[in-house]
């Protein structure tokens, strides 16, 4: 635990919280539009998925540390990414495919926990776990990044949730300074470079496809 004002990490906590749950309902929209076109359209499961993993993980390391506000948090995010999924699987035309996927994750998750939970140093390994999905989960917007350069348009890519995720990365970096804890650091530093990175898509292709 480094030093700090308590007053300091309160603010950066309660920033990184707000910003979180921001991140959390950016998907709403999504979702709602795929409702109303009763269709998936070009929206990619990836982040979706890649949230339910992250969720999991995190809340398993904050349970290990005894980290209350990480838990919460974490259970709130899976709450979210489980209700996202689930409008994703109802109006997926291909639902065999995307039930697949949510199998596959689940069963990831499963291996990853009991894995990490049967090592000498479950925290060490726990934390590295869930730093590792949380960089994932940053990157899974590029799922699409074909689709990006094939139409030469940021169309299938959700620019809320990138910019969010460029905002939470940087809360939760200095949250992982204030108290010490290196995976949170580490891992928010990458992801931070991972989302400005996408960022810069936006600024090289329109929002709107060029090819019919």
């Not at 109802?90 to 039930?99: F, G, I, N, T, Y």
Request: a positive charge; charged letters at 10%; proline letters at 4%.
């Amino acid at each position: 635990m480094t030093s700090h004002s308590p007053l300091l990490l309160s603010i950066v906590t309660n920033v990184a919280f707000v910003l979180t749950m921001l991140c959390f309902v950016s998907g709403i929209p999504v979702c709602l539009e795929m409702i109303r076109n009763k269709s998936t359209g070009k929206v990619d499961p990836a982040p979706f998925l890649a949230m339910i993993l992250s969720c999991l993980l995190w809340g398993r390391y904050g349970q290990l540390i005894q980290d209350n506000m990480m838990i919460r948090i974490n259970v709130i995010g899976l709450a979210f990414a489980v209700s996202y999924t689930s409008v994703f699987v109802m109006m997926a035309e291909k639902r065999p495919l995307a039930v697949k996927k949510v199998i596959y994750t689940l069963l990831l998750s499963l291996v990853i926990v009991t894995v990490a939970s049967s090592t000498s140093d479950m925290v060490f390994f726990s934390g590295l776990a869930a730093a590792a999905s949380s960089v994932v989960s940053s990157a899974s917007p590029l799922a699409g990044l074909g689709e990006v350069i094939r139409t030469k348009s940021t169309e299938s890519l959700p620019f809320l949730l990138i910019f969010l995720s460029f905002l939470v990365t940087a809360a939760w970096f200095t949250y992982g300074v204030l108290v010490g804890d290196s995976f949170i650091v580490v891992q928010n530093f990458i992801s931070w470079v991972i989302c400005s990175s996408q960022l810069s898509l936006f600024a090289i292709y329109p929002t709107k496809s060029k090819v019919q």
